[in-house]
């Protein structure tokens, strides 16, 4: 299967159970990996048959920008759901980093959603 993909994505937001990371902006990376049949595109080459990952990862944005969730999780649910609105997309894997949570290590999720 084809996918496409976005890497290192990073986006500040206020995300987090303690009181600091719902008022000061942190640092967000999202790796983001969407299964869907590029065959159409390859033959026809026309954006209208690609995934574009230009609105994707504007969409990302929007919700890491515009939103203020406890947990990651429910951060990374939203942004999945929302991929998958998209229904030529049949899988999505994201991947979520806290950047600066943590001097030696980064912490994060794994997601993998799929359309039904």
Not at 4 to 25: A, S
Not at 38 to 64: E, G, H, S, W
Request: hydrophobic share 40%.
């Amino acid at each position: 299967m084809d996918y496409v993909f976005i890497e290192g994505l990073k986006i500040n937001g206020k995300h987090g159970v303690m009181p600091q990371e719902r008022k000061v902006e942190q640092e967000f990376e999202f790796d983001i990996k969407m299964e869907f049949d590029t065959a159409r595109a390859a033959q026809n080459d026309k954006l209208t048959d690609a995934l574009d990952y230009a609105p994707v990862r504007d969409r990302v944005v929007q919700i890491v920008e515009g939103n203020s969730f406890y947990l990651i999780e429910k951060l990374g649910e939203t942004i999945c759901q929302v991929i998958l609105e998209d229904k030529r997309v049949k899988k999505v894997e994201l991947k979520i980093k806290k950047t600066a949570v943590w001097d030696n290590g980064v912490p994060g999720i794994f997601l993998a959603r799929q359309n039904k």
